[in-house]
């Protein structure tokens, strides 16, 4: 056991998925806030790309919504609470807060009944799989 967390996201234009990832972090988080910020970061990297792809296309998709579970993650993100876990991140981790603060992004607190990315990485029930799946745009054959 390596203790590393796991990075996953997903990415959707509208309500069709276009990107997902799930992998393993490459640090060693020490508390679930702090696996949960680096794994923020890395995806706001994946947003941002996908909004300089659409701005090739006319389309400005700036203030782009990331979906964090953690409400203490999103606290961190907008600067409203200073944790002693996350204090020593390397900087490539806050990058995050910059580009909340020049409102490229939003993060929003969504339910953990509603988080689709949960799929990625978790078992699940008959129901509750066949309702992520379905919320995703994956369909029964």
Known sequence: LDRKSTTRGCQFLGKRLISWQCKKQTIVANSTIEAEYVTAANYCGHVLWIQNQMLDYRFNLMNTKIYIDN??????????????????????????????????????????????????????????????NASIGLLNL
């Open 71 to 132: 409400e203490r993650t999103i606290c961190i993100v907008k600067n409203l609470l200073f944790h002693s876990k996350t204090k020593h991140k390397e900087i490539r981790h806050h990058f995050i807060k910059d580009f909340y603060e020049k409102k490229l992004i939003q993060v929003i607190k969504i339910h953990i009944d509603k988080n689709v990315v949960d799929l990625l990485t978790k078992a699940f029930d008959v129901s509750r799989f066949r309702f992520l």
